[in-house]
Protein backbone atom coordinates (compact mmCIF):
# COMPACT_ATOMS: atom_id res chain seq x y z
CA UNK A 1 0.00 0.00 0.00
CA UNK A 2 2.55 2.10 0.98
CA UNK A 3 4.60 1.89 -1.98
CA UNK A 4 2.15 2.22 -4.40
CA UNK A 5 0.55 5.36 -2.27
CA UNK A 6 4.56 6.77 -2.78
CA UNK A 7 4.57 5.98 -6.81
CA UNK A 8 1.27 7.58 -7.28
CA UNK A 9 2.26 11.05 -5.61
CA UNK A 10 5.41 10.67 -7.51
CA UNK A 11 4.02 10.05 -10.82
CA UNK A 12 1.70 13.29 -9.43
CA UNK A 13 4.68 15.35 -8.89
CA UNK A 14 6.30 14.39 -12.12
CA UNK A 15 2.94 15.75 -14.20
CA UNK A 16 2.35 18.87 -12.43
CA UNK A 17 6.08 20.18 -12.90
CA UNK A 18 6.34 18.85 -16.53
CA UNK A 19 6.04 21.48 -19.35
CA UNK A 20 3.05 20.89 -21.74
CA UNK A 21 2.18 24.12 -24.46
CA UNK A 22 -1.23 23.54 -24.15
CA UNK A 23 -3.66 25.89 -22.68
CA UNK A 24 -5.75 24.88 -19.94
CA UNK A 25 -9.46 24.78 -20.80
CA UNK A 26 -12.62 25.18 -19.02
CA UNK A 27 -14.75 24.55 -21.35
CA UNK A 28 -14.49 20.65 -21.95
CA UNK A 29 -13.96 17.36 -19.78
CA UNK A 30 -11.51 17.11 -17.10
CA UNK A 31 -10.76 14.51 -14.96
CA UNK A 32 -8.78 14.29 -11.16
CA UNK A 33 -8.38 13.20 -8.39
CA UNK A 34 -10.20 14.83 -4.86
CA UNK A 35 -8.94 14.70 -1.19
CA UNK A 36 -11.54 15.38 1.16
CA UNK A 37 -15.65 14.74 2.48
CA UNK A 38 -16.05 12.77 -0.06
CA UNK A 39 -12.67 11.85 -1.30
CA UNK A 40 -12.01 10.37 -4.71
CA UNK A 41 -12.34 10.79 -8.30
CA UNK A 42 -13.87 13.64 -9.98
CA UNK A 43 -14.64 14.27 -13.22
CA UNK A 44 -16.32 17.86 -14.48
CA UNK A 45 -18.29 18.62 -17.37
CA UNK A 46 -17.47 22.29 -18.69
CA UNK A 47 -20.19 23.70 -20.76
CA UNK A 48 -19.84 27.20 -22.34
CA UNK A 49 -18.36 30.05 -20.48
CA UNK A 50 -19.90 29.69 -17.04
CA UNK A 51 -21.57 26.14 -16.59
CA UNK A 52 -20.54 22.70 -15.40
CA UNK A 53 -21.42 19.24 -13.95
CA UNK A 54 -19.14 18.34 -11.33
CA UNK A 55 -19.25 14.12 -10.25
CA UNK A 56 -17.57 12.70 -7.32
CA UNK A 57 -16.85 9.06 -6.87
CA UNK A 58 -15.43 8.01 -4.08
CA UNK A 59 -15.11 7.45 0.09
CA UNK A 60 -17.43 9.15 2.81
CA UNK A 61 -16.55 9.84 6.46
CA UNK A 62 -12.58 8.88 6.35
CA UNK A 63 -11.68 12.69 6.64
CA UNK A 64 -13.86 13.45 9.61
CA UNK A 65 -13.33 10.18 11.45
CA UNK A 66 -15.03 6.80 11.08
CA UNK A 67 -17.06 6.97 14.27
CA UNK A 68 -19.56 9.23 14.18
CA UNK A 69 -23.15 8.96 15.86
CA UNK A 70 -25.90 8.65 13.64
CA UNK A 71 -29.34 8.23 14.35
CA UNK A 72 -30.11 5.81 17.14
CA UNK A 73 -26.22 4.60 16.95
CA UNK A 74 -23.15 5.13 15.29
CA UNK A 75 -21.17 5.13 12.10
CA UNK A 76 -18.01 3.03 12.53
CA UNK A 77 -16.45 2.79 9.27
CA UNK A 78 -15.87 4.75 5.56
CA UNK A 79 -18.47 4.44 2.96
CA UNK A 80 -19.14 4.79 -0.75
CA UNK A 81 -20.06 8.53 -1.84
CA UNK A 82 -21.70 9.81 -5.22
CA UNK A 83 -21.81 13.20 -5.37
CA UNK A 84 -22.99 15.50 -8.58
CA UNK A 85 -23.23 19.56 -8.89
CA UNK A 86 -24.73 21.74 -11.60
CA UNK A 87 -22.27 24.66 -11.25
CA UNK A 88 -22.07 28.36 -12.29
CA UNK A 89 -18.68 29.86 -12.32
CA UNK A 90 -16.91 32.89 -12.99
CA UNK A 91 -13.61 34.44 -13.90
CA UNK A 92 -11.80 36.28 -10.99
CA UNK A 93 -9.18 37.85 -13.18
CA UNK A 94 -8.77 39.07 -16.83
CA UNK A 95 -6.44 36.23 -17.67
CA UNK A 96 -9.37 33.74 -16.35
CA UNK A 97 -7.02 31.51 -14.49
CA UNK A 98 -8.77 32.29 -11.39
CA UNK A 99 -12.45 30.97 -11.64
CA UNK A 100 -15.04 31.02 -8.43
CA UNK A 101 -17.83 28.74 -8.85
CA UNK A 102 -20.84 27.79 -6.71
CA UNK A 103 -23.43 24.83 -7.09
CA UNK A 104 -26.32 22.71 -5.79
CA UNK A 105 -26.94 18.72 -6.39
CA UNK A 106 -27.24 15.58 -4.45
CA UNK A 107 -25.61 12.76 -2.51
CA UNK A 108 -25.92 9.04 -2.15
CA UNK A 109 -23.98 7.17 0.40
CA UNK A 110 -23.61 3.90 1.72
CA UNK A 111 -22.21 3.29 4.79
CA UNK A 112 -22.39 0.67 7.75
CA UNK A 113 -24.58 1.74 10.76
CA UNK A 114 -24.58 0.09 14.42
CA UNK A 115 -27.63 0.55 15.55
CA UNK A 116 -27.28 1.49 19.81
CA UNK A 117 -30.10 -1.20 20.90
CA UNK A 118 -27.44 -3.97 19.37
CA UNK A 119 -24.64 -2.73 21.17
CA UNK A 120 -24.58 -4.90 24.12
CA UNK A 121 -25.05 -8.08 22.22
CA UNK A 122 -21.99 -10.73 21.40
CA UNK A 123 -22.10 -10.70 17.91
CA UNK A 124 -21.58 -7.28 16.23
CA UNK A 125 -24.51 -6.88 13.92
CA UNK A 126 -24.15 -4.31 11.10
CA UNK A 127 -26.46 -2.95 8.96
CA UNK A 128 -25.96 -1.58 5.72
CA UNK A 129 -27.09 1.85 5.53
CA UNK A 130 -28.18 3.70 2.23
CA UNK A 131 -28.75 7.46 2.44
CA UNK A 132 -29.63 10.06 0.04
CA UNK A 133 -29.97 14.02 0.10
CA UNK A 134 -28.97 17.63 -1.31
CA UNK A 135 -25.62 19.21 -0.63
CA UNK A 136 -24.28 22.49 -2.05
CA UNK A 137 -20.61 23.43 -2.95
CA UNK A 138 -18.59 26.57 -3.56
CA UNK A 139 -15.09 26.98 -4.37
CA UNK A 140 -12.03 28.29 -6.23
CA UNK A 141 -10.49 26.58 -9.23
CA UNK A 142 -6.85 27.95 -10.10
CA UNK A 143 -5.58 26.90 -14.50
CA UNK A 144 -2.08 27.78 -14.63
CA UNK A 145 -0.48 29.40 -17.42
CA UNK A 146 0.17 26.63 -20.54
CA UNK A 147 -0.89 23.71 -18.28
CA UNK A 148 -3.57 21.11 -19.07
CA UNK A 149 -4.39 20.78 -15.40
CA UNK A 150 -6.17 23.15 -12.96
CA UNK A 151 -6.35 22.91 -8.51
CA UNK A 152 -9.00 23.20 -6.84
CA UNK A 153 -10.39 23.81 -3.32
CA UNK A 154 -13.97 24.13 -2.03
CA UNK A 155 -16.42 23.39 0.77
CA UNK A 156 -19.82 22.91 0.67
CA UNK A 157 -22.64 20.98 3.06
CA UNK A 158 -24.26 17.54 2.49
CA UNK A 159 -28.09 17.41 4.29
CA UNK A 160 -29.08 14.26 4.54
CA UNK A 161 -33.10 13.66 3.21
CA UNK A 162 -32.98 9.81 3.80
CA UNK A 163 -32.72 8.24 6.37
CA UNK A 164 -31.95 10.96 8.92
CA UNK A 165 -33.56 14.55 7.96
CA UNK A 166 -31.40 16.95 8.86
CA UNK A 167 -28.23 15.17 9.13
CA UNK A 168 -25.81 17.81 8.29
CA UNK A 169 -22.31 17.20 7.18
CA UNK A 170 -19.38 19.13 6.08
CA UNK A 171 -17.78 18.58 2.69
CA UNK A 172 -14.77 19.69 2.41
CA UNK A 173 -11.55 19.22 -0.74
CA UNK A 174 -9.07 20.16 -2.83
CA UNK A 175 -8.11 18.52 -5.45
CA UNK A 176 -5.89 18.08 -8.90
CA UNK A 177 -7.50 17.74 -12.29
CA UNK A 178 -6.81 17.11 -15.87
CA UNK A 179 -8.55 19.57 -18.25
CA UNK A 180 -8.62 18.22 -22.51
Do not use: C
Amino acid sequence: MKKSFLITVLALAGWVVSTNDAQAQYNNWAIGARIGEPSGVNIRKYFGTNHAFDLNIGTYGGIYGTKRSYRSGDYKSVGLAIQGHYLWHTALTKSESVRAYYGFGGQLNNRRYYPDYLAGQSVDYVKGNLSLGGSGIAGLEFFPVGKPYSFFLETGAYVELFQAPFFLNLNTGVGLRYNF
